[in-house]
């Protein structure tokens, strides 16, 4: 059984007060604000029984306020970029926000990361909702989502809902920073990653993918057999990833990564129902961010595992349909366990 209870955590500039939920299993304690829906904290136990907050952030609502990469946050209405923002649908072209280089990504200026969500709480968890008004930051069509936060035992599961007035494109993700070893670690390269699948997205120099779907074999994105990132980004094999890998199809629960830390014992397994994953690994970080407890953030010391559609898909033919239309319901589950290896 998880307990779940809640305290104050603020409030905004316009007064609006925001809660902080706590979701504490056997295993896993979990912090979540109705501010942008964010995960502000993640506990567990290393194998010889340490506990560790995983996730980066901040210890106050200012810092969440503030400028900062998406930390914990949901991402919507389309998470990932958008190539100079455009798009058209029935024949109607849409400009949204550029707030990427050429690019619009993340929702635009202000994205669901900066909403105040409404809150209720579930047995083992909770659910957030708000409603995104037509036109908001350039998309069409009101569109009602909802976001649940389930902890049972080592499982969180996040569950996304949504249903639209107008088609619109929608992409919902998670963007929790992550480091195994205890946020506030320099970096990552112990960390052991493998990801299911066969083909990723190539991308050009503003990050938004060529339209090549391509074999991973022979290439630095073959995580199918576990790498440890020393490997790759330490030994500068290569910048780091921020890359999309292609998943199942099947819109079933499959596996999709996995992450062992071996020094810890930590291991985090991602199953999901979406077709793709942005794998990140904090390339963009710089240090310059004060984190909880006066940590200091530098590059590649998280990394994010942002199950989700395919970038620029509402742009893009041949990769996963991108639009939810009036009277559909737009529903994706991803799982993340949390468990130690002796
Ligand atoms: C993107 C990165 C970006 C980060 C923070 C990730 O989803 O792939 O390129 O720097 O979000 O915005």
Same mark, same amino acid.
């Given at each position: ?52 907050? +995983? ?95 389930? +902890? ?70 073959? +995580? ?12 500068? +094999? ?105």
């Amino acid at each position: 059984m998880t307990q779940v209870s809640s305290e104050e955590f603020g409030a905004l500039p316009d007064g609006r007060r925001v809660r902080r939920f706590l979701l504490r299993s056997d295993s896993v304690s979990l912090r979540v604000q109705t501010f942008g829906a964010i995960v502000t904290g993640l506990e567990t136990k290393d194998r010889r029984g340490n506990a560790a907050d +995983l996730i980066l952030g901040f210890d106050t609502l200012e810092g969440y306020i503030n400028k900062h990469p998406y930390f914990g946050a949901v991402i919507g209405r389309v998470a990932n970029r958008i190539a100079e923002g455009k798009f058209s649908i029935d024949g109607k072209d849409y400009q949204l926000p550029i707030n990427n280089g050429p690019n619009s990504i993340h929702g635009g200026l202000k994205g669901f990361d900066k909403v105040l969500w409404t809150p209720e709480a579930l047995p083992n968890g909770v659910r957030f909702s708000m409603t995104s008004a037509d036109g908001e930051e350039g998309y069409p069509g009101e569109l009602k989502v909802s976001v649940s936060y389930v +902890l049972d035992g080592k499982e969180l599961t996040i569950n996304y809902k949504a249903e639209a007035t107008k088609t619109t494109p929608i992409n919902l993700t998670n963007h929790s920073y992550f480091n195994l070893a205890g946020h506030g670690t320099p970096n990552i390269y112990d960390h052991e990653v493998s990801i299911e699948a066969d083909y990723y997205l190539p991308v050009d120099k503003t990050s938004i993918p060529t339209g090549e779907i391509a074999s991973v074999a022979n290439t630095y994105f073959d +995580l199918r057999k576990p790498v440890v990132l020393e490997n790759l980004i330490e030994n500068k +094999l290569m910048e780091g990833f921020d890359h999309n890998f292609c998943l199942s199809l099947s819109k079933q629960r499959s596996p999709c990564a996995r992450v062992y830390h071996q020094p810890s014992g930590r291991l985090l397994e991602v199953e999901t129902t979406q077709p793709g994953i942005q794998f990140y690994t904090a390339n963009f970080l710089d240090g310059s961010l004060k984190g909880k407890g006066g940590a200091v953030y530098p590059k590649h010391s998280a990394f994010c595992l942002e199950t989700q559609n395919w970038p620029d898909a509402v742009n893009k033919k041949n990769f996963p349909d991108a639009l939810l239309r009036p009277g559909e319901e737009y529903n994706h589950t991803t799982w993340f366990t949390f468990s130690t290896v002796k």
